[in-house]
């Protein structure tokens, strides 16, 4: 081909579509394909007419139009249509080509199908790409991880894509091997579960417990995002909840349903902490809260279960200022249990990936960007070995100063009836982290009492296990 393409993208859904634009505004020529014609069609003839595209018919036109060593983006459903799509592209490639794929692919699946791949000496990244519609668009932020020949050859494309944080720098970097990028991008999606529920929970205690309107809550939101709690989520609810129906008839926040939809990375990074053993209270009690709210049916009927009244404007009007510390403390929380995890897979997966490049990346163009990410980015710089973000001076002076405002908002949340489960769970992990004696010494009895489980002894060296005959 006498002009060959940079990149090839396949998928042309709204991200797809969105990115291919991104490519192209930054200067690369970019070759499109779909499954479904009509699809490419309709971009070439709308939003990339008379633009640097080349429009692919075929799996083998796509190949034909790139430019050797081959990149090609995949933005197509997780799961089996990946495995599809390899199917017929793979065949078509030389060792040396690389293949992306940018979707929200399990981190399973994204180990194994790099080790198949690389036998075949593909070069495949897994890469998380979080921002939405918009940022696919204007600047997301990228998260690859995979076969690290290939980072120098699509490093120049990502970056010129990519959003850009506040001091210039590219929120994109190399997180490490095999599944690493699409795990980092699960877990920015959990704490994404967390932050989402946090909000929901405060909005809640405000409109049902003070009794405050849709305005009065917004200017608290608005408030709350000029200091330390600004980020895109307050932002956006912010944004929200001044929004009118069409009708001009009220707010739009208030025609719409209470039943929360997911799409599964929030319960893939539970099962992943599961699996390495890792406390993940907090993000694990919003994916649940949103497994209640889809019960909506019997919620109402349970309408017949007693609760405490709820004083509506009687309420205690301090409760604003408290809940602020509360989010504050629990944000904190959602980040430490995230970042906890990652150490953890990086150590079980041998990914050695660096927890504060990690903080700088998600600055920009991500869901959960906050002003705070370059303190975590310097508290993992200046303790490597940080095993918990809560431990760092900063953060550890912060829940200091917060935790009466929080505790108190939980125990009003409690006392009106208000469910806070991912307030009080971080709460709770917060106090079962600094305690130095728990109760699982009794726990250790009992297993021991019914299953001959063995304990260990607080006056003998750790790793010598007793019985006794209860």
């Not at 089996?80 to 592209?89: G, T």
């Not at 060792?95 to 194994?112: A, E, K, L, Q």
């Not at 205690?316 to 249990?337: E, F, P, R």
């Amino acid at each position: 081909m006498t002009n060959p393409s940079d990149i090839g993208l396949v998928g042309l859904g709204v991200m797809g579509a969105s990115l291919a634009r991104n490519m192209e505004s930054k200067g690369f020529r970019v070759s499109v394909f779909n499954y479904i014609p009509s699809v490419t069609a309709e971009f070439l003839e709308g939003p990339g007419k008379g633009k640097n595209f080349y429009g692919a018919t075929s799996y083998a036109s796509l190949v034909a139009s790139l430019s050797v060593p081959r990149k090609v983006f995949l933005m197509v459903t997780a799961g089996k249509a990946v495995d599809a799509v390899l199917s017929e592209l793979v065949p078509l490639l030389a060792p040396g080509d690389v293949i992306i794929d940018g979707g929200n692919s399990d981190f399973h699946d994204t180990r194994r199908r790099h080790k198949m791949l690389t036998a075949k000496g593909i070069r495949f990244v897994g890469c998380g790409v979080s921002g939405g519609e918009e940022g696919a668009l204007k600047g997301p932020a990228m998260m690859p991880g995979g076969s690290p020949e290939a980072w120098p050859l699509i490093r120049p494309i990502f970056h010129a894509i990519a959003a850009k944080a506040a001091d210039g720098t590219p929120c994109c970097d190399w997180i490490g091997p095999d599944g690493s990028g699409h795990f980092v991008k699960m877990v920015h999606n959990g704490i994404e579960y967390g932050d989402i529920e946090l909000i929901c929970e405060c909005y809640q205690l405000m409109r049902d417990g003070l009794g405050m309107s849709n305005p009065e809550i917004q200017e608290t939101f608005k408030k709350w995002n000029e200091g330390e709690l600004d980020s895109y989520l307050i932002g956006i609810t912010a944004q929200i909840l001044g929004k009118k129906n069409s009708t001009g008839n009220g707010f739009l926040i208030d025609s719409i349903l209470d039943t929360a939809g997911q799409k599964g990375t929030g319960k893939w990074t539970v099962q992943a902490a599961l699996d390495e053993g890792t406390p993940l209270t907090l993000i694990g009690e919003a994916v649940f809260a949103r497994c209640l709210s889809a019960r909506k049916e019997e919620r109402v009927a349970a309408g017949v279960l007693s609760g405490p009244e709820i004083p509506g404007r009687a309420g205690d009007q301090d409760l604003t200022g408290q809940l602020k510390d509360a989010l504050l403390a629990a944000k904190i929380v959602s980040y430490a249990q995230g970042f906890d995890l990652l150490r953890a897979a990086s150590e079980e997966y041998g990914w050695q990936m660096d927890c504060g490049r990690i903080a700088r990346l998600w600055r920009g163009g991500c869901i959960i960007r906050s002003v705070f990410l370059d303190t975590i980015h310097d508290a993992f710089r200046e303790q490597p070995g940080l095993q918990n973000l809560m431990l760092a001076p900063w953060f550890r002076d912060t829940l200091a100063r917060a935790q009466e405002g929080w505790r108190q908002a939980v125990c009003t949340a409690t006392r009106l009836g208000i469910p806070v489960p991912a307030l009080s769970a971080a709460l709770t992990y917060y106090d079962g982290y600094r305690c130095a004696r728990s109760g699982a010494n009794l726990l250790q009895a009992q297993r021991d009492l019914f299953g001959a489980h063995t304990y260990e002894r607080t006056d003998r060296p750790r790793g010598e296990f007793f019985h006794t005959k209860w």
